[in-house]
């Protein structure tokens, strides 16, 4: 019962979380710009927003394909179809509760393919490791290739403010607040001393399906295709926010570097907040205004390449559930 209440609130949570989101970006919007958003939805080339959106079915496919590879070197050849179906339903289930979809996955195979839950979870913990290897590889090259705007960015929003305050926080209670911040840490540590022996149970469950989901990646049959699915993922993933630049006169003129910045802190915001819903829409807009594109613009294009990728989830999402519940009424059928 607690289990389930807990489950509800974390739902309330994130989807107000993401409302609230929503919230900051139109508050200050006038009338003028409210109209303005409007005309760039209305007046967007819709060929480039549909591009990307069959980019981005053939990125769940390779994702399919490559789980199925890492699953095979434990003695498990699941159908392709049944691998993409959970990929699919998981995803669907991210818009609830983050990470809520890893689980469903492994409960798919586990119920569909008879794969043990433990073992397909392990392999899911060494898909998001290759897929966060690809994302901090990305993140650097985002510095390198765009330091100069990142820098002034940081150093105007992020360092200058934190220096001043830093700075009057010092000047004022600073012994008051050490204090209360270490009475604060001893509380923590107390607490932490209480439940050491639950933590290290869950770091030695953690560590050991991490360990058994990467031997997996040590024995995949052939490495090397398994190596071009994990690139060709992420370069779909890249190109499905790049291409969107051509849909707006505003954006059609912007590099191949604008479209990193706004895969990486994109993805950020997708993993943070379920399915990304008001996140992904502020962190585009807030990119966009430091390569000279307006707000109303940066909104429009916010919400067009979030709905548009949200709207093929929901779609295949809930496809994917009914051919499941069909390939179980068949099989009991069978039976």
Avoid at 188 to 201: A, C, D, H, M, N
Avoid at 254 to 278: E, K
Avoid at 306 to 313: E, F, R, V
């Amino acid at each position: 019962m607690k289990y389930k209440l807990f489950s509800i609130l974390k739902i309330f949570f994130f989807l107000g979380l993401g409302i609230l989101l929503i919230w900051l970006v139109i508050k200050d919007l006038t009338q003028v710009e409210k109209i303005e958003i409007k005309r760039a939805l209305k007046e967007a080339h819709y060929f480039w927003i549909i591009l990307p959106v069959s980019l981005g079915l053939l990125s769940h496919i390779s994702r399919a394909i490559r789980w199925k590879m890492l699953l095979q070197p434990l003695g498990h050849n699941p159908k392709l179809s049944t691998t993409f179906y959970a990929v699919m339903a998981g995803y669907l289930a991210n818009f609830a509760i983050p990470r809520l979809g890893e689980i469903t996955r492994c409960g798919i195979l586990n119920k569909y393919e008879k794969i043990p839950f433990s073992q397909s979870f392990g392999t899911v913990i060494a898909e998001r490791t290759i897929d966060l290897f690809f994302l901090v590889l990305l993140f650097f090259l985002t510095i390198i290739s765009q330091f100069d705007i990142i820098y002034s960015y940081a150093l105007t929003k992020i360092i200058s403010p934190l220096q001043s305050k830093l700075t009057a926080f010092i000047g004022k209670s600073f012994f008051l607040y050490l204090l209360i911040g270490l009475a604060i840490a001893i509380v923590l540590l107390f607490l932490f001393l209480r439940k050491t022996s639950l933590i290290k149970s869950k770091i030695k469950i953690l560590f050991s399906n991490l360990l058994a989901g990467i031997s997996t990646i040590k024995n995949i049959q052939n490495p090397f295709l398994f190596l071009i699915h994990s690139v060709f993922i992420w370069l779909m993933y890249y190109l499905m926010v790049y291409l969107c630049f051509f849909a707006f006169a505003n954006t059609i003129h912007l590099s191949l570097g604008v479209g990193l910045p706004i895969l990486v802190f994109g993805s950020v915001g997708t993993i943070t907040v379920p399915g990304g819903i008001g996140a992904y829409p502020l962190i585009v807009t807030e990119i966009l205004k430091l390569y000279g594109i307006s707000a109303t613009i940066g909104i429009a294009f916010g919400w067009i390449v979030w709905t548009s990728q949200s709207i093929l989830i929901l779609i295949l999402g809930l496809f994917s559930f009914v051919m499941l519940a069909l390939q179980k009424n068949k099989t009991e059928i069978i039976h």
